[in-house]
Each structure stands twice: as C-alpha cells, then as structure tokens.
C-alpha cells in the first residue's frame, strides 16, 4: 500500500491538530480532515486542511458520524483517527468497535483509557511501577473541612477528572490552582463543588521552581505496544492565564535517557498504544522527575518533536498503515519550539538559557508551527500574527519580565 493512500481525521481545532496537519503534510503531502467547533481557528483557512465546523462533535455519536462521512467519501483508503484535545478521546475509544473497516483509530479500550485519564488512578499505576509523582492527598466530595494533610503549603489542587469538571464553569475556575494556605484550599475545594462538579479532587505537594523544571514526554507505541519513539521536551516557559495554566509556550529538546528508560517500561507493561505525553517536573529537593499526568494522545506542544527531526506522522503511519516494524528512536539533539513571539520568550524565559535559545536560533534549529512557507494564505496569515500579538498583553497581566 501506498504511503499517501490514506486521510487523516483530526478532531479539535487548536494548535494540536494544526501541528499534527502540518506533520502530515511535510512527510506526505496529504491534506488533513480537521473537524472544530468554531469558524474561527488557527486551521480554518488553511491550505493544507479541510477544515469542518460541526456542533458538538466531541460527542461519542458525533465522533462516529464524522468519522463515518470521511470514510464513505474515500472508502478506498485508510482513515487515520487523532483526538487533539482529551475531550475526544473517550468518544474515540468508545467507538473503537463501530467504526467502518477502513477506519485506524490508534487508542487503547476504554476502560484503560479512564484509568489513566483519571489522576487518582494513575498515581495507584505510578506506585504499582515505580514511577515518582508528588505527594499526594485524594480528597472525595462530602470529606468537609476535617480532613489533615501530609504535607505543608503551597498547595496544588486540580480535579481528578479533567472533562467533567469543565463541564461546571465558575467565575474563578482554573486548571489548576497553587495556594497558600489550607485556608485557600478548603474554600476552593467549595468552590468546585458547589458548582457541580462529582469526581474526586487531587491536592499535591507543590514542587518548587519555576516554568523551567517542567518536561514534557512525548513517546509513539505500535500496535503490538512497544515503544518506538521518546522524546523529552524541556519546558522553558508556560501559559499562565486561568484557563491556559500549564499549556508550554517555549520548549528545548533534550536527552533524558534514565527518564525515558523508566516511562517506556511503564508504556510497555500496561501495553499502550498510540500517542502520549508525560508532564514531569524535576523536584531538585531529591533530584527526582516526579510525574504529574499522562495524556493519551499527542500534546498540544507536539510539533516540538516533529520540529526537532522526527515527524510524528511518520511513526504513526509506518506503523499503522504501513506496518513496518521500527527500532526505538530515544531522541538526543538539541532544538528549539515556541508557539509565542521571540520578543515575548526573551522577556519571560529564565535568563540563564537565553544564551543557548539564542544559539539555536543563529543555527536555525527553531520553530514556530503555525508559521508554515506552503500554508500562506493572506486571511489565515493575519489571523496568526494577530493572536501572536495577544501574547504581550496576556504575559504582561500575570508575570513579570525577567529583563
């Protein structure tokens, strides 16, 4: 079969599914299906991507009515299936039996799939295979206020169950929340739950350091679920804006041989397959990589890999549609990724890495993924620089600059 003999089906609309269309499109020249939500987005308009706006298309029937309509309109190729948001994926997985013969949906079963989505069930599967998390207190709706915790302040309490919970918006709903004091912490565990939200909440030793201790893992297992490909983001900078807290803004590749060792064990062991990343941040208290969640799918941040050398696209469809096998990749050279204007990292990113952010620069190992020389249509290309633009003003209102 031929490489370009299949479509790609990508649901979400941000930075994810644009990162994934052009990693498509630079290693096979294929167009991607991306179905959003909303008419304006960073892939509507865009040369490379049929882009369709369908209401509720995260919903397990509409997942399935979409995937269907791309594979009726092309039954003669395979249909490749990515969520780009987790609000996909449990649609993606229940559909795992019912989707046409051509469709390729690279995801585990359900049930494994709320099991690791889940933080309280994934830090039981953390301690199950040796790997670091913060400590950690689970606390269960109806607890109260009389509950003591291990560890002291600050706090970081965030939901057990990402999907549902912002499914209750409240005016100061965050992704996750650092407090101070205990104090802060019982009136935002009533917060939350008064606004709706059932699931179990997670509340953590914060781990000290600034944006510039955080990793990301982004790792691709084949069908037969052994790792082919790890590669170990350095986090420079992050998003800071209430709904945005944690999304990476400027990351460096680096080598993490000892981390990826023990992650790759745990993928192997539970027998994963597809994409997912691990958000890590290094605890210099006791020098570990402590884990902080697992996605099951590619992350937003995923063109940092491609960028670097190694196109997500083409481990997934050598895999799946071409069905070679391939050794372990365990990247190793140093690149530059950042979805914000230069002007912005310099003023935010910790100085000390100025120095080799501008190295990289100077050899050209930099990239922003929404600036693609083949996808330079007028409207889309406005669009863009316009919400890069936004990014000064959104720094500005919640950090300080570092010069």
């Not at 402590?290 to 995923?302: D, H, T, V």
């Amino acid at each position: 079969m031929a490489a370009t003999e299949f479509v790609p089906v990508l649901l979400g609309s941000d930075i994810n599914a644009y990162s994934m269309a052009r990693a498509f499109h630079e290693a096979y020249g294929v167009h991607s299906v991306v179905y959003g939500m909303f008419p304006a987005s960073v892939c509507a308009g865009s040369k490379i991507i049929d882009y369709r706006v369908r209401e509720h298309n995260d919903r397990v029937d509409k997942v399935l009515e979409n995937v269907t309509e791309v594979a009726k309109e092309h039954p003669d190729k395979k249909i490749l299936v990515l969520g780009c948001g987790d609000n996909y994926l449990n649609s993606i997985s229940a559909n795992l039996p019912n989707y046409p013969e051509n469709v390729i949906a690279p995801y585990v079963d359900l049930s494994m799939l709320e099991t690791l989505i889940h933080k309280e069930k994934f830090y039981d599967l953390c301690d199950q295979y040796g790997i670091d998390h913060p400590a950690t207190y689970v606390y269960h709706k109806g607890e109260g206020h009389g509950f003591t915790l291990p560890f002291e302040g600050p706090f970081v309490v965030k939901p057990a169950e990402s999907d549902t919970y912002w499914k209750h918006p409240f005016s100061t709903q965050k992704k996750a929340y650092v407090l101070q004091t205990r104090e802060e912490v019982d009136q935002v565990i009533d917060d939350i739950y008064n606004a709706g939200y059932e699931d179990s909440l997670i509340i953590q030793d914060f781990i000290p350091g600034d944006d510039s201790f955080m990793r990301v893992v982004t790792n691709y297992s084949g069908a037969d679920g052994k790792v082919r490909l790890m590669c170990v983001g350095h986090v420079l900078l992050e998003e800071h804006t209430a709904h945005a807290i944690g999304n990476h803004a400027v990351i460096i590749t680096e080598p993490e041989p000892e981390l990826c060792e023990k992650l790759k064990g745990f993928l192997e062991a539970i027998k994963f397959t597809g994409f997912s990343n691990f958000d890590i941040k290094y605890d210099q208290r006791d020098g570990k990589f402590k884990a902080f969640e697992i996605n099951c799918r590619q992350g937003r941040s995923n063109y940092y890999v491609t960028g670097a050398g190694y196109n997500l696209a083409k481990y997934l469809v050598e895999d799946r549609v071409l069905g070679k096998s391939c050794e372990l990749t365990i990247t190793k050279n140093r690149h530059l990724w950042w979805v914000i204007p230069p002007k912005v990292a310099y003023d935010y990113v910790n100085p000390k890495y100025h120095e080799e952010m501008k190295a990289l620069e100077k050899a050209g190992a930099v990239v922003n993924p929404l600036f693609y020389k083949p996808d330079n249509g007028l409207v889309r290309t406005l669009r863009i620089m316009k919400g890069q633009k936004r990014y000064v003003g959104w720094y500005a209102s919640c950090m300080e600059k570092v010069r």
